[in-house]
């Protein structure tokens, strides 16, 4: 059954053509709020709480967007208002993540790729949620889910070029906090 | 080409969004651009470690969720009503308007006061009806009263009336 029609009898109350809707998309909005939380459970949360707020405003859907991408932008206004409430704005110090880090020099000759590669995905994400949420929705959107310029603009309601200067922007911010642990020749977190 | 605007290309690049011909430019200023190049591959590595696998929803999602929607839809019970009454609006302003453009057409507007000839033939009211009681008044003066009243037909009020 095509999603128009699922869509049309989700809102005469089929909880069944719902279910079908949720199943399509449920991954999508579920890694999409794991990549901004870090934890399963609250993305769990974040993603059943998105779909509610969905199925009780699905009679004011109209078909002007597509349902993913309006799903996709409650489920990102609802990450939104988690991470303001939870404070995540705080600033990671840089001395902090050295200090988090600072062992790791020592012993990276011992520790195995894989390892290396989760170490250093934990201080980008570290990072990463030190940024303003709109930064982090923005990387979120495109380095983390791997959307295009025309849907994080159609989720986010902005501009294409909105979204490119803003993820420049998000991008250059970043790398500014990360320089410390980048680009440096023989250094820790070089490329080999 | 300067680093800031070869920092922005270099971006693009890595979400292929650059033209050949700014993909060539930016070739040449990274080979004489140290910075550059370091930067370039920093933002390489960044992305890469930031491309998340995807990952799957706990299981039992729809489950879970079917139960907190039973539990909203009996936490309000007017909640079905809600979602209606946007649609109810427009559809009573719809029958509004259809009963007032109804009426309008259906419904004959107040009676006026139509002219001798209208009567005639539009109700057939015999013309002669209204004279006639002048004819068969045999009192002279009554007659001419009526005559007098009947004379001036555009006042209503002194119209003979028998």
Known sequence: ?192 | MRCHNAERWLLRDLDGRLSNQAKMKLEVHLQGCRGCTLKKKDYGLILGVLRAEPSSTPPDFWGRLQAKLNDRARATPWAWMRAWSLRAVPLSLLVILTLVVTMLFFFPSRDRDLSQTEALLLRNENPYLETKALFEETHLENKNLMLIFTADEKSPSRSFRP
């Open chain 1, 1 to 192: 059954m095509e999603e128009k029609e699922l869509i049309r009898l989700a809102q005469e109350g089929s909880q069944q053509a719902f279910s079908v809707l949720v199943q399509n998309h449920q991954n999508r909005v579920f890694n999409l709020a794991l990549s901004l939380t870090r934890n399963r459970e609250a993305a769990d949360d974040l993603t059943q709480e998105a779909f509610i707020k969905a199925y009780l405003a699905l009679p004011k859907f109209r078909f002007r967007a597509e349902f993913g991408t309006w799903l996709y932008r409650i489920a990102v206004n609802q990450v939104k208002d988690y991470l303001r409430k939870m404070g995540r704005r705080r600033e990671v110090s840089l001395e902090t993540v050295n200090e988090q880090e600072g062992h790791f020099e020592t012993d990276e000759g011992n520790r195995e790729k894989e390892a290396l590669q989760e170490r250093r995905r934990r201080l980008v994400h570290q990072v990463l949620w030190s940024l303003p949420p709109k930064h982090q929705v923005i990387l979120s959107l495109r380095d983390i889910q791997g959307y295009s310029y025309e849907e994080i603009a159609m989720i986010l309601k902005i501009s294409v070029g909105t979204v490119d200067s803003r993820l420049h922007r998000a991008r250059i911010l970043l790398r500014k906090k990360l320089a410390p642990f980048l680009s440096q020749e023989g250094g820790l977190y070089e490329v080999s």
